[in-house]
């Protein structure tokens, strides 16, 4: 057990590792090309934050392991929500545009309840529900580059080229931290299933408790670094923004990737008064999290610190029930 173990961190470690030289290389190109900040954190940012996710999602579909894959997705969005924006919000409740919140919250709400619906009416997530939640992720995609290259925020990215014109790296070595990072992440995505179900089997944990838990810790820990520097910063919207943008790529790119993959039933495990535990608890605890955090930012443009608490103590006890009950 000790060897599946060591190799379970080690897997974490490169998807630390692996995420954050990801996003330093695909930021250093995007500045090197001149994008404004705003879409890189909406779009380069988020997806380099997500890519432990699709990994790990990937590599279990492929591995047939349906439950890892599931629970990771869900979990990550819970887990960026109620643990990561919530310690960013607690510590430093800040002031946030509701210009750049309306889309990808609007996309993010249209995919859960896609997402729910077919979860709630089929059980079953097919092919072709895949490929609509990709599809999905291509819209957004696209009207966001349109949206900011129409409206571009030409003093913030003039600031920030004239900012970092001195320590701007040579394109070669964004490059290599660009291709290194998404080796180690895939490398660290497989050691994390491989071992994950190893420990999980070993326990007698559900492979969708551990998704939904330990794994989906693991692979958001990008987002946690960014959350981090974000809060160091004082830039408590570029935190949000890259958290509901990644909780939004859960749905659409990591959930897509691995149905379109390799379909698969909503995965049995425990049941409450007779209804599977996910459908039960895990998605309204998804829909409770965003609600509590987008809501009071879309209509006072704020955060506010109670709300923080209130994240942290669903976290908190969303994790105990799934390991003790």
Same mark, same amino acid.
């Given at each position: 057990?000790?060897?599946p173990?060591l190799?379970?961190?080690?897997?974490?470690a490169?998807?630390?590792?692996g995420?954050?030289w990801?996003?330093?290389?695909?930021?250093?190109?995007?500045?090197?090309f001149?994008?404004?900040?705003?879409?890189?954190?909406?779009?380069?940012?988020?997806?380099?934050?997500?890519?432990?996710?699709?990994?790990? %999602?990937?590599? #279990?579909?492929? &591995?047939?392991?349906s439950?890892?894959?599931?629970?990771?997705?869900?979990?990550?969005?819970?887990?960026?929500?109620?643990?990561?924006?919530?310690?960013?919000?607690?510590?430093?409740?800040?002031?946030?545009?509701?210009s750049?919140?309306t889309?990808?919250?609007f996309?993010?709400?249209?995919?859960?309840?896609?997402?729910?619906?077919?979860?709630?009416?089929?059980?079953?997530?097919?092919?072709?529900?895949?490929?609509?939640?990709?599809?999905?992720f291509?819209?957004y995609?696209?009207? %966001?580059?349109?949206?900011?290259k129409?409206?571009?925020?030409k003093a913030?990215?003039?600031?920030s080229?004239?900012?970092?014109?001195?320590?701007?790296?040579?394109?070669?070595?964004?490059i290599?931290?660009?291709?290194?990072?998404?080796?180690?992440?895939?490398?660290?995505?497989?050691?994390?299933?491989e071992?994950?179900?190893?420990?999980?089997?070993?326990?007698?944990?559900?492979?969708?408790?551990?998704?939904?838990?330990?794994?989906?810790?693991?692979?958001s820990?990008?987002?946690?670094?960014?959350?981090?520097?974000?809060?160091?910063?004082?830039?408590?919207?570029?935190?949000?923004?890259?958290v509901?943008?990644?909780?939004?790529?859960?749905?659409?790119?990591?959930?897509?990737? #691995?149905?379109?993959?390799?379909?698969?039933?909503?995965?049995?495990?425990?049941?409450? #008064?007779?209804i599977?535990?996910?459908? &039960?608890?895990?998605?309204?605890?998804?829909?409770?999290v965003?609600?509590?955090?987008?809501?009071?930012?879309?209509?006072?443009?704020?955060?506010?610190?109670?709300?923080?608490?209130?994240?942290? #103590?669903?976290y908190?006890?969303?994790?105990?029930y799934?390991?003790?009950?």
């Amino acid at each position: 057990m000790l060897i599946p173990v060591l190799l379970f961190i080690l897997g974490f470690a490169l998807l630390i590792l692996g995420g954050d030289w990801f996003v330093d290389g695909a930021v250093g190109i995007a500045h090197r090309f001149h994008l404004p900040e705003l879409l890189i954190g909406a779009t380069i940012v988020s997806i380099g934050t997500t890519l432990p996710e699709v990994m790990v %999602s990937a590599q #279990a579909a492929l &591995a047939r392991n349906s439950g890892i894959s599931y629970g990771n997705a869900i979990g990550s969005i819970i887990c960026n929500t109620s643990l990561i924006a919530a310690i960013t919000i607690a510590v430093r409740p800040s002031v946030v545009k509701r210009s750049t919140l309306t889309l990808p919250v609007f996309f993010f709400f249209v995919a859960a309840i896609f997402y729910a619906i077919t979860a709630y009416t089929t059980g079953s997530f097919t092919r072709t529900t895949g490929m609509i939640l990709l599809a999905g992720f291509i819209t957004y995609m696209t009207i %966001s580059v349109l949206q900011m290259k129409k409206n571009p925020d030409k003093a913030a990215s003039s600031a920030s080229s004239e900012k970092k014109e001195e320590e701007e790296k040579p394109v070669w070595k964004n490059i290599l931290l660009l291709v290194v990072g998404a080796v180690a992440i895939a490398y660290g995505a497989n050691l994390l299933v491989e071992n994950g179900t190893i420990i999980a089997q070993a326990l007698g944990v559900p492979d969708s408790v551990i998704g939904l838990t330990m794994v989906a810790l693991g692979t958001s820990l990008p987002e946690l670094v960014t959350a981090i520097t974000s809060l160091i910063k004082g830039h408590g919207s570029l935190s949000l923004g890259n958290v509901i943008g990644a909780n939004l790529f859960n749905l659409v790119l990591v959930s897509g990737i #691995a149905i379109t993959i390799r379909p698969f039933m909503l995965p049995a495990g425990k049941t409450i #008064a007779g209804i599977n535990s996910s459908l &039960a608890v895990d998605m309204p605890v998804m829909f409770l999290v965003m609600l509590v955090l987008c809501v009071p930012a879309l209509l006072k443009e704020k955060l506010y610190r109670w709300q923080g608490i209130a994240l942290l #103590a669903v976290y908190f006890s969303f994790t105990a029930y799934q390991f003790l009950l």
